[in-house]
């Protein structure tokens, strides 16, 4: 009996992907893993729901969300753009970290994390909104709104909630243009 393979082709972090021979029934965290040798993606519950697992999936009209890794399958991304958390520092050419996004720097400086386990679905939740709120700035009354409500599906179990939210906040604050009316 053999397993049945599938040809997928992706891009990933800006990188055309060369094409991965995977089992059919392959789970897109571990092309990530054991293709592709992306290991900042992390499996938490391996039932989509912790949400430890997301990667950002870029669509053709401009706009990002989040996909959970453990519970879809790598064809799914056959011929899509996703980012992994690996994408959101800037490197180097010998590929060492030079930069952190606003994002992962307000992480840092909020203590954002405790094992960190949760921290790449995180991350990459408040990517997708910081980019949701450039093209539909919101206002200042609605920031705790719009923070709680784009990261309540995502489960931390160390309870790193209320430094998250903060390490949002603060990333949205400084970020020109996410604000009506505000001045940074």
Same mark, same amino acid.
């Given at each position: 009996m053999s397993i049945k393979t599938i040809t997928v082709s992706m891009t990933i972090n800006g990188a055309a992907g060369r094409p991965f021979d995977v089992p059919e029934s392959l789970m897109m965290i571990? %092309?990530?893993?054991?293709?592709?040798? %992306?290991?900042?993606?992390? %499996?938490?519950?391996?039932?989509g729901i912790c949400r430890a697992c997301?990667?950002? %999936?870029?669509?053709?009209?401009g706009r990002s969300e989040e996909i959970r890794t453990c519970i879809t399958g790598a064809?799914?991304?056959?011929?899509?753009?996703?980012?992994?958390?690996e994408a959101h520092a800037t490197r180097n050419e010998a590929g060492e970290v030079t930069g952190l996004s606003t994002v992962q720097q307000k992480f840092l400086e909020n203590y954002g994390f405790?094992?960190?386990y949760c921290t790449p679905g995180f991350v990459n939740a408040a990517t997708v909104l910081i980019e949701r709120l450039k093209r539909e700035p919101i206002e200042a009354s609605q920031i705790e709104t719009v923070v709680t409500d784009s990261l309540n599906d995502h489960i931390c179990r160390c309870t790193g909630y209320v430094r998250y939210h903060q390490a949002v906040k603060e990333a949205i604050l400084a970020t020109p243009g996410l604000v009506k009316g505000a001045h940074t």
């Open positions: 571990d %092309l990530l893993h054991e293709y592709a040798n %992306l290991t900042g993606t992390r %499996l938490g519950c391996g039932q997301v990667v950002i %999936l870029d669509n053709d009209n064809a799914y991304f056959n011929g899509r753009k996703i980012r992994t958390v405790q094992c960190g």
